[in-house]
């Protein structure tokens, strides 16, 4: 299974933020869509990077409340490991895995065309699991 077959289910729609937005707007749409990461926009393509819950956090923790009015730009990470559709969802796993991360844009063409998340590629995974062992228990049965 690869990338493509996670944003065929879930939808190719990504949530971005700005980077001259605060960490108070991010967190804002952050809640409002029930999401843990925005992509943030900026001059060169395909972003400048992502902000996630986890950045907004660490900015609380090192800033208190004034962070809120921080740039996003200036707690997002920047080094942005990306996918392709035809990624294979093990390898997207495995990059997680060891990166620490939990979510990857996916880009094609230099174009941002998704993201997936953690979530998004073990429930896949899971599927995955599920149907060969249906298949197999099939297969079984039937000799």
Known sequence: MNVSAILDLKGREVATVGRDATIAEALAILAERRIGALVVT???????????????????????????????????????????????????LATMTERRFRHVPVVEG??????VSIGDVVKARLDQLESEKRELLEYVSAR
């Open 42 to 92: 900026g001059a060169h393509p395909p972003f400048a990077g992502i902000v996630s819950e986890r950045d907004a956090v660490r900015a609380l923790a090192a800033g208190g409340p004034a962070a809120l009015g921080d740039p996003v730009a200036a707690h997002m990470s920047s080094e942005v490991s990306v996918c392709a559709e035809s990624t294979d969802l093990l390898v997207v």
């Open 110 to 115: 230099g174009q941002l065309v998704g993201l």
